[in-house]
């Protein structure tokens, strides 16, 4: 059940209308039920996952405090659970397990729903428990619902222990966060079934036949991956707390208009905000903290952990561990040029300034993004390579048209230049929109406009998985 | 206005907006003469040959070269990327509006068993719902669209990004008054002249070959399809054109299957061709890709075909192709 199917829309209107009518100490009963039935219909193991994960975490959580081996043993749980999670679906192999009558995989039960995310609010609440920042939480009901709360079990956000549980039981829905849930989900609704899954095959064919690309043939690919995955993991995010908005929740943030940051670090402050301020509060600052002598070198030190981490979260693999060393290589770059661009910022106006910057950090990621997108290092390499021979041959335009057309003539191209308009339109008007979506009044135009839009527009028969589901 | 008259009027306005593009979408749709489903319905091709099956027919077998030896009319039914099911449905359009022809070839080789090879295109048929035989195929090879279409303009929205371009071109075509399609007696040369290093691709995908898997569903209909066309008396023949002689190095069950397609034949006493002893077989620069020929291996199996289709009609005997 992925959240743009039809059967998942059935099934949030289904829980928002009964949440609404029971009675708020029954509604975290509901939702823990609609929760493991949802990760339940994905697949059983991911059910078990959940729930034996919880228990063990609440359980260490219980008997943590002033016990350093419980709580070491807690988070190597947990970061084992993550690693174990990648390599299994780096190499898509398994474990066989029999046993008399009983034969088990090991591969389907640690490929579960979420895993990689709820793994790092577990890590989280045991530090905040630890530490005495957090009371261990008495309700086990409760601690499994902030792990397998279904908006956001899927892809997140990661939610620290004291942004999730308090709303527990303080659980109020309005009429105007209904309004406010309804419209930022029909927004999320739209970013993914008429942007991002409409610019998946030019993305498909770019990457996965592109054996003889040309120069600017690579970098469109990597440019609509860029996009691509911005309107797919940050639509994905609007519906996950429009839904959680409608259910009585406030999750948090996690898009703050990425593709308009003018510098690497501040492209990091709005991308992926929950999980990068996730790494920040508990890899980068306590390794900061503790090489502060260092200055610099310490900050250095930090990117580097985080990232490495980082991109052992995303998965194992050259690829993905490449990805990160190019991010660690654009902060580092920031970081000891920083003086030098500040003078640099008051020279020319600063419209250009912001415009520079806002295209070469577009560049930067998007480069980056081969490495995350290719499925394998040689693959990424001759990508990289088309960049820097033959960048921009005569006839390019049919060239790039032509493997987009897999037997549909001008089909594949009239979709390809309506998604293209559509991803623009969308980008430039982008602020103005989310202040709709995110207003708590029901919007006739905007309703009106985004549902018809998304029928007239939107990929509804085989609707692409959100990219974000894999980690 | 209050929030509940807000609301009311948004779900009003949309769902008569959806209602009307589903009624502006059909009839542009049925309009459109370059869609076969809706050309054969239209249109009065009333032909003595048809081709059909996937691309395979769609690119290889040119009724203009063959009517000029054959001295009859043929129509090119096919369509790429077909399956049983989706001829199925061509031919009970085209027979609803025309007389039906003497002869009907029909494209079947293993890979047309096989579900991994083409498919049901159900956006080709979302103008024609309502159609109780369309409606029951659509249930059986679609049953997740089947379920949805009852909810406006859904039937369309479903396959949008496949059907949005020929509504408008639907619109056009009625705006300008045409009528006939830009491929006129239904065969398309094919884009793509050169070899498409599919059989290498596949080599690397399946280093020790590749077993062919047999599918119920398209079994069901490639009978139904003889069926029908026997219904209306028309003498069917399945055929192969020529396949790519070192690609069956790779297919290890292609024998048993093609004696599997031989059985369904007998079965229904129509004849099943194969066109694979003729040279053009033999050389890869006559093809590609294994089982698409190239425009002058397609100029060569079509003389063949169409000295066939003649020893067929005049003489009733057959007549080998070159070997």
Same mark, same amino acid.
């Given at each position: ?471 | ?132 035989? +369309? ?6 090879? !679609? ?7 009852? @909810?406006?303009? %859904? *039937?369309? =929205? ?99 299957? +093609? ?6 034949? !007998? ?7 194969? @066109?694979?002893? %003729? *040279?053009? =077989? ?42």
């Amino acid at each position: 059940m992925i959240f743009n199917s039809l059967i998942f829309l059935c099934f949030v209107v289904v829980t928002v209308i009964i949440n609404y009518l029971l009675p708020e100490r029954f509604r975290s009963f509901f939702l823990l039920f609609c929760s493991l039935a949802f990760i339940g219909y994905y697949n059983i193991e991911s059910l078990l996952a959940v729930l034996v994960f919880s228990l063990f975490t609440f359980y260490i959580s219980r008997n943590i405090r002033g016990n350093r081996l419980l709580y070491i043993a807690g988070i190597l749980l947990n970061a084992y659970a993550v690693i174990m999670f990648n390599y299994f679906f780096a190499t898509r192999q398994g474990f066989d397990f029999s046993y008399a009558a009983i034969s088990f995989n090991v591969n389907s039960f640690i490929i579960a729903l979420g895993l990689s995310f709820y793994a790092l609010q577990n890590i989280s609440y045991l530090t905040e428990v630890y530490f005495g920042r957090w009371q261990p939480e008495l309700s086990f009901k409760n601690f499994v619902l902030y792990n397998s709360f279904f908006p956001k079990v899927v892809s997140g956000p990661v939610m620290l222990p004291r942004e999730f549980m308090p709303q527990i039981d303080r659980n109020v829905i309005t009429h105007e966060r209904l309004a406010a849930g309804f419209n930022r989900f029909l927004l999320g609704l739209f970013k993914k079934m008429v942007l991002a899954d409409r610019l998946a095959p030019a993305v498909h064919s770019i990457f996965d036949f592109g054996d003889a690309n040309c120069g600017l043939t690579t970098l469109a690919g990597a440019y609509l991956f860029t996009i691509q995955l911005y309107f797919d993991f940050s639509g994905y995010t609007d519906m996950a707390l429009g839904i959680a908005k409608m259910l009585g929740y406030d999750l948090k943030e996690n898009f703050n208009l990425p593709l308009r940051a003018s510098s690497v670090s501040e492209f990091w402050r709005r991308w992926h905000i929950s999980l990068i301020s996730w790494f920040t509060a508990y890899v980068y600052y306590p390794l900061v903290y503790r090489l502060r002598s260092y200055k610099k070198a310490a900050a250095v030190a930090g990117i580097l952990a985080t990232f490495l981490i980082s991109g052992i979260w995303h998965g194992i693999g050259i690829t993905f561990f490449l990805w990160a060393c190019c991010h660690i290589a654009y902060l580092c770059f920031e970081l000891l040029t920083k003086r030098m661009r500040s003078g640099l910022s008051e020279k020319p106006s600063y419209l250009f300034y912001k415009l520079a910057g806002i295209f070469i950090v577009f560049n930067a990621v998007s480069f980056s993004n081969i490495f995350f997108r290719s499925g394998s290092l040689s693959s990424a390499l001759l990508m990289i390579k088309s960049l820097f021979s033959d960048f921009f041959p005569a006839g390019w335009l049919h060239d790039f048209i032509a493997p987009l057309a897999v037997g549909g003539h001008q089909v594949d191209e009239f979709n390809f230049y309506i998604s293209i308009f559509m991803a623009a339109a969308f980008l430039l008007f982008e602020r103005r929109i989310n202040r709709i979506a995110n207003s708590g009044g029901f919007s006739f135009y905007y309703t009106t406009a985004c549902v018809l839009l998304i029928f007239l527009l939107g990929i509804f028969s085989n609707g692409e998985r959100f990219i974000y589901m894999q980690f | 206005m209050n929030t509940v008259k807000k609301i009311t009027l948004s779900v009003a306005i949309i769902l008569l907006v959806l209602a009307g593009l589903s009624r502006l979408y059909d009839f542009a749709l049925r309009h459109n003469a370059n869609l076969k489903a809706a050309y054969v319905q239209r249109a009065k091709i009333d032909a003595e040959i048809l081709f059909h099956g996937p691309c395979e027919p769609l690119w290889m077998i040119s009724p203009a070269m063959l009517d000029s030896q054959t001295h009859v009319r043929s129509y090119n039914l096919a369509l790429s990327h077909s399956d049983f099911a989706d001829n199925y449905l061509h031919l009970y359009f085209y027979l609803k509006h025309n007389k039906a022809p003497k002869l009907m070839f029909l494209y079947v080789t293993p890979e047309s068993m096989d579900a991994n090879y083409n498919t049901f295109n159900t956006y080709r048929f979302a103008a024609f719902t309502g159609d109780p035989v +369309v409606d029951s195929v659509l249930k059986e090879c !679609d049953p997740g669209y089947a379920k949805w279409t009852a @909810f406006p303009f %859904m *039937k369309y =929205a479903w396959y949008s990004s496949k059907i949005n371009f020929d509504a408008l071109q639907g619109l056009k075509h009625y705006l300008q008054h045409r009528t006939v399609p830009y491929y006129a007696d239904g065969y398309e040369p094919p884009l793509q002249v050169v070899w498409d290093n599919h059989l290498e691709e596949f080599i690397q995908l399946y280093p020790h070959g590749y077993n062919f898997e047999w599918n119920k569903l398209r079994e069901k209909y490639l009978c139904k399809t003889i069926a029908l066309a026997r219904q209306y008396g028309i003498e069917v023949v399945l055929y192969e054109s020529p396949v790519l002689k070192e690609a069956l190095l790779y297919q290890p069950n292609r024998r048993e299957i +093609v004696k599997r397609i031989k059985g369904i034949a !007998d079965a229904y006493g129509v004849e099943y061709v194969q @066109f694979d002893k %003729m *040279k053009i =077989a033999e050389s890869r620069k006559y093809f590609m890709s294994t089982l698409n020929l190239n425009m002058e291996g397609a100029r060569i199996f079509t003389d063949s075909l169409g000295k066939y289709i003649s020893g067929r009609l005049y003489y009733n005997e057959f007549i080998r192709p070159h070997l």
